[in-house]
């Protein structure tokens, strides 16, 4: 297991109280704040810390998806079913878990400081609204 900040190991097992059979877990960041009684902003600053460890993954807002390795499932072949179906390289007990999650995590911030580069030089595209086409009769 990585070294992972202590709110991302809160989250996590937060986060695995409250899955569906197979490691669904529908709830947003502020549901999952709420529920742990932490600022939002603490959930949104340990999220990547799991997604890098692929303990994580989110699907989209409101519904992430914890490792078949780690999840809950109805029954032991369920869950082995999952794990086999896994590529190699997203099995957690294959390669150096601790490097990955840190080259993983490093990603992350070289987006997030390439991103706040691209807004302080204004060399951000703007989100517009798309065009609406006017009803034909």
Same mark, same amino acid.
């Given at each position: 297991?990585?070294?992972l /900040? /202590?709110?991302?190991y809160t989250?996590? &097992?937060h986060?695995?109280?409250?899955?569906?059979?197979g490691?669904l =877990?529908v709830a947003?960041?502020?549901e999952?704040?709420?529920?742990?009684?932490?600022?939002?902003g603490m959930?949104?600053?340990?999220?990547?810390? &799991? =997604?890098?460890?692929?303990?994580?993954?989110?699907?989209r807002r409101g519904?992430?998806?914890l490792? /078949?390795?780690?999840?809950?499932?109805?029954?032991?072949?369920?869950?082995?079913?999952?794990v086999k179906?896994? /590529?190699r390289?997203?099995?957690?007990?294959v390669?150096?878990?601790?490097?990955?999650?840190?080259?993983r995590f490093q &990603?992350?911030l070289?987006? #997030?400081a390439?991103?706040?580069?691209a807004k302080? #030089?204004?060399n951000?595209?703007?989100?517009?609204?798309?065009?609406?086409l006017?009803?034909?009769?």
């Amino acid at each position: 297991m990585p070294r992972l /900040p /202590p709110t991302a190991y809160t989250l996590l &097992l937060h986060m695995m109280t409250e899955q569906e059979p197979g490691g669904l =877990v529908v709830a947003t960041h502020d549901e999952l704040s709420a529920g742990l009684a932490m600022e939002r902003g603490m959930i949104s600053r340990a999220m990547p810390h &799991l =997604v890098a460890a692929r303990l994580v993954t989110v699907v989209r807002r409101g519904r992430f998806q914890l490792h /078949p390795m780690i999840a809950a499932f109805n029954d032991s072949r369920e869950q082995q079913r999952a794990v086999k179906a896994l /590529p190699r390289d997203m099995r957690l007990d294959v390669g150096d878990f601790e490097d990955e999650y840190e080259r993983r995590f490093q &990603l992350h911030l070289d987006e #997030k400081a390439r991103k706040a580069e691209a807004k302080a #030089k204004g060399n951000v595209t703007p989100i517009t609204k798309p065009t609406r086409l006017k009803r034909v009769h």
